[in-house]
């Protein structure tokens, strides 16, 4: 293990040693000229020695404290990595303090460099601490860890000072010591507060991508559905949103909150469900969201929140690809209105709406007019695109040539923690170069004092939101920059010698143009629109309906889907066919074909609601021929059609038959402002018109079968009256004897009725003499000839 030496004592300041080495320099200069003269040897020698000074890895992963005073101890630990196949010996770790920096673009210039460079880095520091390493093979590291007191640093005066840490050693096939491996970072030193100090205003932003679907339970609350439930995973405790609350609720930032981001984790604290295959089921995090909006809501009360309209769409996108699409434009109005009530509804604190941030701050004239058409009258550019040729650092504010004002953010601190920051050696890095680079900002025009804003990557991971926490820390102590708010920014007073052009189109990056949504995209919102608003206008409660759409359309514009095409494009998918599937929820029900017989009929249309509210609409049905079959004398007939949620509906048309023959009807719903709805649904109707002489022959033949039903009644109601009447005399004829019946003279006949049963048939029981003769005809069973009385 590598250990630490503290020695006690001062060196010779950098600036002395510089010039010593410059003395140096000029005085060996002869000697220089004379090695020249030799073969071509030491200028290879050089070059080898500068290539091999990335031999070894150095990596500085912690420097306490990031901005010291007199009086403190800099320690700065680490590690070294032999990145070679040798052997590394008689190795030593170093410091090395250069001279003072006297602008940013050197400090920026310093942070480029990699390996060790002879003829400008500083020599290591007299006197200093070093750890030794006697041996360090192929792939393996060590660690170390160096601290000095800043008495013995060389700090002449306030400033910013680079800070190398150094391995010189030898190798197994170059037996000399050099410099293998070094590792730069910066040392700012302002013991003594300045006293203009500069005005940072940093930007906390919380933002997400879209989670919420179009779709919501078929509840009284309309339950919204997510798509997945991956926004739990930023909310619970060390994820990356609240990771962010933790952290700015304890420092001087301003918050810019995404609405949607909000109203989406206040839709989880109220309970929702998560899309799973086919199926929609309860989510399970709402305590999580809960927690979250309540740290959020004491985080934010006395801050200055800034909020960004609804689903931060992406403007740039909008100027370049879809304000030619009609109606894109509105999109942007309407999640501009909703921005703040959201806001002020979840977190209840008034927030600024009048900001647009395009992405990377990079505008043109068609994105600041595109960003000022829906109210905002503010534009958050950046440095780099809004490019100023001074010698200095102005204030973020100017106005526009067009009346809008830019906010200006600083290119190099806004950049600052981009990047791998998990590691700490980048985390080191950056935090150290950001505090360099804002006390290089006071210190440019001491005498005056300028605001500055920084506006960092839009989604920071949870290392990158730490690394940006440790920065503004580190100017918590306000030796040169004090803490300020966007709306403090925008209103500073501006540069007369800044820059207040709005760059070319043609200066947009590339990256970024090429990243932006396509113009198909801006189509597809239109068609989801353009579906819903003629969808909305039949329902009864479009409350239910319109704002979970309205909202999916904006989520579709966010900027959020850089990068995500394909996520982008199933997204906008899935809003337009859910709507389809609603709409498709009122319609026609299929009808077979008709026959029409006479002259008039009612034809009967369906039309089916499977929705849960009522909706009202207009049906058409039309005849394809007029002449042959009319409705009420038209060509067509409409109807107003009220159906109750989950009910169908049958709609009677009268209709007229005029010829005979086969008739295309089609029926087509409407809304009431006569826009067509849904798909027409035809059927035909054959008509069939029966004449005057058909219908009497077959009256005629009708009465005759009721006629014959009469009489085969009225005779088997007689025949049964003469049986009871037969065994009525029979039983009188057995309790008192009957005279002899006198015989009829021989060779006469009976009269029989004609018909009637005879006394041998056995048809009936015997008839009494005293028995009246019948009164009727013969029966029977045939049907009664014409003009035959039938009784009934």
């Known amino acids: 293990m590598a250990e630490a030496a503290d020695i006690q004592g001062t060196g010779p300041s950098p600036a002395r040693r510089w010039l010593r080495r410059t003395i140096t320099v000029a005085f060996g200069a002869p000697l220089l000229a004379g090695l020249l003269q030799a073969p071509a040897v030491s200028s290879p020698a050089l070059a080898a020695e500068d290539a091999g000074s990335k031999t070894v890895d150095v990596s500085l992963d912690t420097l306490t404290p990031s901005a010291p005073v007199e009086g403190d101890t800099v320690t700065i630990s680490g590690s070294v990595t032999n990145r070679s196949?040798?052997?590394?010996?008689?190795?030593?770790?170093?410091?090395?303090?250069?001279?003072?920096?006297?602008?940013?673009?050197?400090?920026?210039?310093?942070?480029?460099?990699?390996?060790?460079?002879?003829?400008?880095?500083?020599?290591?520091l007299d006197d200093a601490p070093t750890v030794k390493i006697p041996r360090l093979g192929p792939g393996l590291s060590a660690d170390f860890s160096l601290s000095v007191p800043v008495a013995d640093l060389g700090l002449a005066e306030a400033g910013v000072y680079q800070l190398g840490v150094s391995l010189s050693g030898q190798t197994s096939?170059?037996?000399?010591?050099?410099?293998?491996?070094?590792?730069?970072?910066f040392l700012p030193y302002q013991p003594e507060a300045t006293e203009k100090r500069t005005q940072l205003t940093y930007l906390w932003p919380l933002i997400s991508s879209a989670h919420v679907s179009a779709e919501t339970a078929n509840d009284d609350q309309q339950t919204p559905v997510f798509e997945d439930d991956a926004l739990a995973a930023e909310l619970k405790p060390g994820g990356r949103l609240d990771e962010l609350v933790s952290l700015g609720k304890d420092l001087p930032v301003t918050w810019v909150v995404d609405p949607d981001l909000l109203a989406s984790v206040d839709a989880m604290a109220n309970g929702y469900r998560v899309k799973d295959g086919t199926l929609n089921v309860p989510g399970k995090n709402q305590e999580l969201a809960e927690r979250w909006l309540d740290a959020l809501e004491k985080a934010v009360q006395g801050r200055k929140v800034v909020a960004l309209p609804f689903a931060d769409p992406d403007i740039a996108s909008l100027a370049h690809r879809g304000?030619?699409?009609?109606?894109?434009?509105?999109?942007?109005?309407?999640a501009t209105a909703l921005a703040g009530p959201t806001?002020?509804?979840?977190?209840?604190?008034?927030?600024?709406?009048?900001?647009?941030?395009?992405?990377?701050?990079?505008?043109?004239?068609?994105?600041?007019?595109?960003?000022?058409?829906?109210?905002?009258?503010?534009?958050?550019?950046?440095?780099?695109?809004?490019?100023?040729?001074?010698?200095?650092?102005?204030t973020a504010a100017r106005p526009f040539s067009n009346g809008t004002t830019a906010?200006?953010?600083?290119?190099?601190?806004?950049?600052?923690?981009?990047?791998?920051?998990?590691?700490?050696?980048?985390?080191?890095?950056?935090?150290?170069?950001?505090?360099?680079?804002?006390?290089?900002?006071?210190?440019?025009?001491?005498?005056?004092?300028?605001?500055?804003?920084?506006?960092?990557?839009?989604?920071?991971?949870?290392?990158?939101?730490?690394?940006?926490?440790?920065?503004?820390?580190?100017?918590?102590?306000?030796?040169?920059?004090?803490?300020?708010?966007?709306?403090?920014?925008?209103?500073?007073?501006?540069?007369?010698?800044?820059?207040?052009?709005?760059?070319?189109?043609?200066?947009?990056?590339?990256?970024?143009?090429?990243?932006?949504l396509p113009v198909q995209a801006f189509r597809d919102m239109k068609t989801t629109r353009d579906e819903l608003d003629d969808f909305k206008v039949i329902l009864t409660a479009q409350y239910r309906v319109v704002p979970p759409f309205t909202n999916a359309i904006s989520r579709e514009m966010a900027t959020s889907w850089r990068g995500q095409a394909r996520a982008a494009a199933l997204y906008r998918i899935n809003v337009l066919e859910y709507l389809q599937t609603l709409t498709e929820g009122v319609q026609l029900v299929d009808k077979s074909d008709l026959t029409l017989s006479g002259r008039s009929a009612t034809i009967p249309v369906t039309v089916q609601n499977k929705l849960l509210q009522?909706?009202?609409?207009?049906?058409?049905?039309?005849?394809?021929?007029?002449?042959?079959?009319?409705?009420?004398?038209?060509?067509?007939?409409?109807?107003?059609?009220?159906?109750?949620?989950?009910?169908?509906?049958?709609?009677?048309?009268?209709?007229?038959?005029?010829?005979?023959?086969?008739?295309?009807?089609?029926?087509?719903?409407?809304?009431?402002?006569?826009t067509p709805y849904g798909q027409p649904m035809t059927f035909t109707v054959k008509v069939s018109e029966i004449t005057a002489t058909v219908m009497l022959v077959i009256a005629g033949g009708v009465l005759l079968l009721v006629l014959a039903g009469v009489r085969m009644y009225s005779q088997r109601k007689r025949v049964a009256a003469r049986n009871a009447e037969a065994e009525a005399m029979a039983a009188a004829a057995v309790s008192e004897p009957a005279e002899p019946e006198p015989r009829p003279e021989s060779g006469a006949d009976t009269p029989r009725e004609p018909g009637g049963p005879s006394a041998e048939s056995g048809a009936g029981e015997p008839g009494q003499p005293s028995?009246?003769?019948?009164?009727?005809?013969?029966?029977?069973?045939?049907?009664?000839g014409p003009g035959e009385k039938v009784d009934r």
């Open 85 to 124: 196949k040798k052997t590394v010996t008689d190795a030593e770790v170093d410091l090395r303090v250069g001279p003072q920096m006297t602008s940013r673009s050197e400090i920026e210039q310093v942070a480029g460099r990699t390996g060790y460079r002879s003829y400008s880095d500083p020599g290591p």
């Open 173 to 185: 096939d170059r037996r000399y010591d050099r410099v293998l491996g070094i590792e730069r970072t």
């Open 323 to 334: 304000k030619d699409v009609p109606g894109s434009l509105g999109h942007l109005q309407s």
């Open 343 to 394: 806001v002020e509804t979840i977190l209840h604190v008034q927030p600024a709406t009048d900001f647009a941030w395009p992405v990377e701050g990079a505008v043109d004239p068609s994105i600041v007019s595109v960003a000022t058409s829906a109210g905002a009258d503010k534009v958050i550019a950046r440095s780099d695109s809004v490019r100023d040729d001074l010698a200095y650092t102005p």
């Open 407 to 516: 906010v200006v953010s600083d290119a190099v601190l806004s950049k600052a923690f981009e990047g791998d920051m998990v590691r700490s050696e980048n985390s080191t890095r950056a935090v150290q170069a950001f505090l360099a680079q804002t006390l290089a900002v006071t210190l440019e025009q001491p005498e005056d004092q300028r605001s500055i804003v920084v506006a960092p990557q839009r989604v920071p991971t949870v290392a990158q939101a730490q690394t940006m926490a440790t920065a503004l820390r580190g100017l918590a102590a306000k030796r040169w920059s004090q803490p300020s708010d966007l709306l403090a920014a925008a209103a500073a007073k501006p540069d007369p010698d800044a820059s207040t052009a709005v760059p070319a189109g043609s200066r947009y990056p590339k990256k970024l143009r090429d990243s932006e």
């Open 614 to 674: 009522d909706v009202h609409l207009v049906l058409r049905l039309t005849s394809g021929s007029k002449n042959r079959l009319n409705l009420n004398g038209e060509r067509y007939k409409e109807l107003p059609v009220k159906i109750s949620g989950g009910h169908s509906q049958s709609v009677k048309f009268s209709a007229s038959a005029n010829v005979n023959g086969q008739v295309p009807m089609t029926a087509q719903l409407y809304t009431e402002d006569g």
């Open 771 to 784: 028995d009246p003769t019948p009164d009727t005809g013969s029966e029977s069973g045939g049907p009664s």
